[in-house]
């Protein structure tokens, strides 16, 4: 059964540093999106994205973030500049396409900012 | 935005007895409420979901009932087993399939064998 990865599943960086996270979507979806979850917290919607473009974003997904699709099958994440309160589970998920409603999850990156 | 509230953060049941986990959302206009799993370490299971023009969906052991005029909606387990031991984590959608997921704030449940 096709599944969302990601890597890598635990990151450590310093305060400032740029991390970039990747995830390959499930082959064939069109819809894209990046979730974080704080230790202990529920899962927040930070961005989706879809032919090329960010179709929404929250007001967590500020200057210091940015995502990019450099080939048909990668989907990342970059963040800039990171800040100790970046540290959380970040999640990949996919959709297949406009009429359908399942968003696939992958296993997470663990980033933790020291 | 939507604002999705979720009931009970803690449930402890016998193995073999039900469990239920609850669920409120604010926006009249979502339409879609599906149910994750997750796992200590993995990242969210997608395991039942509703739309809103049913009233209840089943799947062997897990069924979701929805009642939009309450705006609310329901996970129910029976015959709950050790491996059923998980946070699950609510969550809503409106509109077309491309929507965001609104998250409830999950349910800790343990199976007691």
Not at chain 1, 43 to 51: H, M, P, R, T
Not at chain 2, 41 to 67: C, H
Request: proline fraction near 4%; aromatic fraction near 12%; glycine fraction near 6%.
């Amino acid at each position: 059964e096709p599944e969302v990865t990601q890597t890598p599943s635990h990151q450590v960086t310093q305060m400032g540093q740029e991390v970039i996270l990747r995830c390959v979507p499930i082959s064939n979806h069109l819809y894209f999106y990046w979730y974080r979850q704080i230790l202990g917290q529920k899962v927040e919607f930070l961005v989706s994205f879809y032919n090329n473009e960010i179709s929404e974003k929250s007001e967590i997904f500020d200057d210091q973030f940015s995502v990019e699709r450099p080939d048909g099958s990668n989907f990342t994440l970059k963040i800039r500049s990171t800040k100790l309160e970046d540290s959380a589970m970040y999640f990949c998920a996919s959709v297949r396409d406009r009429s359908s409603y399942e968003q696939y999850f992958g296993p997470g990156t663990r980033l933790t900012v020291t | 935005g939507e604002n999705v509230e979720q009931h009970p953060s803690t449930l402890s049941v016998q193995e073999g007895d039900s469990a239920v986990i609850k669920c409120t959302y604010s926006d009249s206009a979502s339409n879609y409420f599906p149910w994750y799993k997750q796992e200590l370490g993995k990242g969210p299971q997608l395991i039942i979901d509703i739309r809103s023009n049913v009233g209840e969906k089943k799947d062997q052991r897990i069924a979701v009932t929805l009642n939009k005029t309450a705006k609310h909606f329901s996970l129910h387990i029976t015959e709950t087993q050790p491996e059923d031991s998980a946070v699950y984590f609510c969550a809503a959608h409106a509109n077309f399939g491309n929507e965001k997921l609104t998250f409830g704030t999950g349910t800790r449940l343990t199976i007691i064998p």
